[in-house]
């Protein structure tokens, strides 16, 4: 008896949400990673004054901005090979951590545009 209440199409819906959710984040994150490669190669002058990577603000957001293309690239691959093995909770939590490098980055920059007078060194 086919109906709407079908195991097979509960299933499946969830698995297609997963792919589109995926497809989607995989894309917005490819193409800001990509874009990110310059700022990436830039981000030694960040801690180029004498002093500036002894400040916890200023390394944080070094690190983020460095860090943010590999993380773009390394969770779009591990959140697929996830899904791949039909775990898409996890694909999920692993398509969004280029977020928290996000999140820190523009932290440690409001952080050191209020309280540091906008200077890497303190």
């Given amino acids: 008896m086919s109906g709407i209440f079908d195991d097979e199409q509960l299933e499946e819906r969830p698995r297609r949400s997963a792919v589109g959710f995926l497809s989607t984040m995989s894309t917005l994150f490819g193409m800001t990673g990509a874009l990110g490669i ?3 190669l830039l981000s030694f002058l960040i801690v180029g ?3 500036a990577i002894n400040q916890p603000a200023t390394a944080a ?3 983020s901005v460095l860090s943010y293309p590999f993380i773009c690239f390394a969770s779009i691959s ?3 090979a996830a899904h791949r093995n039909e775990n898409d909770m ?3 939590g692993l398509i969004c951590l280029p977020c928290i490098n996000f999140i820190v980055g523009w932290l440690a920059y409001f ?3 209020t309280y540091m ?3 890497f060194t303190g």
């Fill in 117 to 119: 007078g906008g200077k």
């Fill in 78 to 80: 591990s959140a697929w």
């Fill in 61 to 63: 957001l070094y690190l």
């Fill in 90 to 92: 996890l694909a999920r």
């Fill in 111 to 113: 952080y050191i545009q």
């Fill in 49 to 51: 004054a004498p002093g």
């Fill in 38 to 40: 310059i700022p990436a």
